[in-house]
Nanobody, 126 residues
């Protein structure tokens, strides 16, 4: 059973940057595909980015390509989401998620993720 804990959310002005962290326990992140999703008020949870480290592939939502980047610190078993050039429409609760690396569905499929963090609020002011 993998436990995920997000941190790093907060308030940032438009154009600013923020880095989210997702600390994993109960498993090593190299054994999982790790993803980030977000949910704005009144909207459905949507895919942001994901990566399978051991396979070397990543995926990003079109809305964040070129602005957001996934990275990791394997020694800390922690995944990061670096968010640059942020926009007010990036405001949401951000969730870290994990699924077995062998899962066949595309990495952007929300229901394919088995493990979820509690979420961290990100607010971008205009």
């Amino acid at each position: 059973q993998v436990q995920l804990v997000e941190s790093g959310g907060g308030l940032v002005p438009a154009g600013g940057s923020l880095r989210l962290s997702c600390a994993a326990s109960g498993g090593t992140i190299s054994s999982y595909a790790m993803g980030w999703f977000r949910q704005a008020p009144g909207k459905e949870r949507e895919f942001v980015a994901a990566i399978r480290w051991s396979l070397g592939d990543t995926a990003y939502a079109d809305s964040v390509k070129g602005r957001f980047t996934i990275s990791r610190d394997s020694a800390k078993n922690t995944e990061y989401l670096q968010m640059n050039s942020m926009k007010p429409e990036d405001t949401a609760v951000y969730y870290c998620a994990a699924r077995p690396i062998t899962t066949a569905q595309p990495m952007g499929v929300l229901y394919s993720y088995h493990y979820w963090g509690q979420g961290t609020q990100v607010t971008v002011s205009s």
